[in-house]
């Protein structure tokens, strides 16, 4: 469908609806009398980029939880490979996070 088709069929269809230019961005399609949209930042939405310390505590406090599952008593050891391949799984992570931080220009 060609865009002019396109929109004269959205004009046809919804006439409640009109074309505004919007700065920065393509042209869009918004109801009658409704303003354009504007850039909304993440931090709008609450979303402030990492978590920060409190997140890489969080992490060693999981890690720690993982290894108590050692603990217990089950008798094969399977669960035991498995529990202690996460748990290093989550201990490399944690290591290449250090790492990144370290070399970052700006650590967090």
């Keep these: 469908m060609s865009e002019q ?10 006439p409640a609806t009109g074309r505004v230019n919007q700065p920065g961005r393509e042209e869009g399609v918004v109801r009658a009398g ?3 949209v ?6 709008d939405w609450g979303w402030h980029g990492e978590t920060g ?3 890489r505590v969080g992490a060693v406090v999981a890690t720690l939880f993982m290894l108590a599952y050692l603990v217990g008593n089950h008798e094969g050891r399977i669960e035991d490979i498995w529990v202690v391949s996460i748990a290093a799984l989550m201990v490399l ?5 250090w790492r990144r ?8």
């Excluded at 504007?38 to 931090?43: A, G, N, S, T």
């Excluded at 992570?93 to 996070?97: A, G, P």
């Design 5 to 14: 088709t396109h929109r004269e069929r959205i004009s046809v269809d919804h």
């Design 53 to 55: 310390r409190w997140g």
């Design 38 to 43: 504007e850039h909304e930042r993440p931090e």
């Design 34 to 36: 409704a303003p354009p």
């Design 101 to 108: 931080r370290r070399n970052a220009w700006r650590a967090k």
């Design 93 to 97: 992570i944690l290591l290449l996070d």
